[in-house]
């Protein structure tokens, strides 16, 4: 297997794509002709839609946002799974649920093309390295055809399960984890610039100790910035929107289990909020400003 065809270039697909650049021969399809620009010049090569990308009987990674948008790169008008064909492999490392990624699969399957369910979570400079968790629900089978473009990417490959669906139950869980901590992070920004403590200093002292974790370590530095003279030109490296969507798909879960989520129900809440005020599209950290808006000497 040395052909892979990757779709969506985005924060993820872009380092994803040159991260596979090199051992695989990497074609790669971005509505964003800026971003296929950018692909090229890591050594993808770009193609003109979807099914341009992929060669008959290979394998499609698709790092795209939303459940719309991966039924868009597959089925839409130059989707990739026609072009796929019989033999095909899709890598989905997008995050849409257990119950998307069910149906997904019996979809594909009928074209004789099989699913792995294998969600990544570490963000874009772990996908460069190939540092990646990567949570993975196939059959063994078809893991061993997949295996070297997975171990590619991640440092921790983990099988989940058989089938797909048990990848994205586990993507949940770690989601629910992930966006609590982000929201208990702004928390603590903002309550710390409300005692009158510089946030820059507080993430810096408490990543250190028992209160920190990954989420204070890496988004606090930017909610620290959303009070400073660079406001403005906070880094994009996870957008708020995906914490929409990804909690969705936390509580949804909890509702269809019948497991209460309290915790995540009211993070929840704090990404919607951002939805409405019109920050979709800013980095996940800036709903700290929420929470302590900057006063006006500050922006």
Do not use: W
């Not at 008008?77 to 019996?106: C, K, Q």
């Amino acid at each position: 297997m040395t052909a892979v065809a990757v779709l969506g270039l985005g924060a993820m697909g872009l380092p994803t794509a040159t991260r596979l650049a090199g051992p695989f021969d990497v074609s790669a399809y971005d509505v964003s002709a800026e971003r296929r620009a950018l692909a090229e010049a890591g050594g993808v090569r770009s193609a003109a839609c979807p099914a341009a990308a992929v060669t008959p009987g290979g394998t499609a990674l698709l790092a795209v946002r939303d459940e719309t948008q991966v039924r868009d790169a597959l089925f839409g008008a130059d989707g990739a799974a026609a072009a796929l064909g019989e033999g095909g492999i899709v890598i989905l490392t997008s995050t849409i649920g257990p119950a998307a990624v069910r149906e997904l699969d019996d979809e594909l399957a009928a074209s004789g093309i099989a699913l792995v369910d294998a969600p990544v979570s570490g963000g874009p400079a772990r996908a460069g390295a190939g540092d990646l968790l990567i949570v993975v629900g196939v059959a063994p089978d078809v893991l061993e055809r997949a295996r070297p473009v997975l171990e590619r990417l991640a440092s921790t490959l983990a099988v989940v399960g058989e089938r797909p669906g048990a990848g994205q139950a586990m993507k949940t869980v770690n989601q629910l984890l992930a966006g609590v901590h982000i929201a208990a992070a702004a928390e603590a920004v903002a309550l710390a610039r409300g005692l009158g403590l510089d946030p820059a200093t507080v993430v810096e002292t408490l990543s250190a100790g028992a209160a920190g974790s990954f989420m204070l370590a890496d988004r606090g530095p930017r909610m620290a910035q959303a009070y400073g003279d660079e406001a403005d030109a906070v880094e994009v490296r996870s957008r708020l929107d995906i914490f929409v969507k990804d909690m969705g798909i936390v509580t949804d879960a909890g509702r269809a289990a019948r497991v209460p989520l309290p915790v995540a129900a009211a993070a929840q809440q704090l990404y919607l909020l951002g939805h409405t005020a019109g920050m979709d599209a800013r980095d996940d950290s800036s709903v700290v400003t929420l929470l302590s808006p900057p006063a006006a000497e500050e922006r």
